[in-house]
């Protein structure tokens, strides 16, 4: 199937990696050779996988850029599709039980292996990502990963067996020692960073003080609307829950 797939404009991509040249990241059929395999992004759009780019495409290089830019929901949802298939694409080349070599599924989006057919459809991480609120503030931390002075929302992978909601507590626990009830779900996104599926929740503070982990979490703090350190850009999840959470506050208190 998805050496069939034909569309109007295509992603191209190489090692696991979006390619571009210059700015231009969108091609058209005639940069895409015949033997290059190929997925469906939605109506319209395709990626190809090239085993050698033509000179002139680069690697992109800030895919959180180009996605900061995106001036919809589907031209976000589309890029980060592109880039996550290519991710799989490039790090499902065998097969994790006998170690074929796995080749385009004829009717799925999947690779099979044409020793043992085990299939293996594109991998998703499933992560909660949490804003825990306080009255009027909001627990927001800095992580080890973090740009100096970068402060955003608490999350964390679902292990295996656990729940979203159980993940959800184990994880604020984990990081900054306090415990939460009311959880309420907000909003997911896909994040391509290489495979999460984000599924964003708010939570209030029920007990305990914050004691960052020292290694995940290196600070953490309860932030008001008028001293909100440095936040996640925009087209995050993590910043939509606290811009949400504020707009919710703001215009509450003046009704």
């Known amino acids: 199937m998805a050496d069939s797939i034909t569309a109007e ?3 191209l991509a190489h090692e696991g990696r979006l390619l571009q040249r210059d700015d231009q990241i969108i091609f058209t059929a005639a940069d895409v050779g015949d033997t290059d395999v190929r997925y469906g992004v939605d109506d319209g759009f395709g990626l190809a996988v090239l085993a050698q780019p033509p000179v002139g495409l680069t690697a992109v290089d800030g895919l959180r850029g180009l996605l900061a830019r995106s001036v919809d929901e589907v031209e976000y949802a589309r890029l ?14 065998f097969c994790g039980r006998c170690g074929g070599t796995l080749q385009a599924h004829p009717q799925d989006m999947a690779r099979q292996c044409p020793v043992c057919s085990l299939v293996q459809y594109p991998r998703i991480s499933p992560c909660i990502i949490v804003l825990v609120t306080r009255g009027d503030r ?24 656990e729940t979203a909601e159980a993940a959800l507590k184990r994880e604020v626990y984990e990081e900054v020692g306090v415990k939460v009830h009311n959880i309420r779900f907000f909003a ?4 391509p960073f290489p495979h999460q599926l ?3 929740f708010f939570a209030d503070h029920l007990s305990g003080e914050l004691v960052p982990d020292g290694e995940e979490i290196l600070e953490a703090g309860w932030f008001g609307v008028d001293d909100l350190p440095d936040l996640p850009p925009p087209f995050s999840i993590a910043r939509q829950l606290i811009d949400h959470f504020f707009a919710v506050k703001y215009d509450s208190s003046t009704e």
């Open 9 to 11: 404009h295509w992603f």
């Open 80 to 93: 980060a599709r592109a880039s996550q298939l290519a991710t799989w694409h490039d790090q499902h080349r």
């Open 138 to 161: 909001c627990l927001l931390a800095h992580s080890a990963r973090f740009p100096s002075g970068r402060y955003s929302t608490l999350a964390g992978f679902i292990e295996a067996g």
């Open 188 to 191: 997911s996104q896909s994040w």
């Open 198 to 200: 984000m599924l964003g």
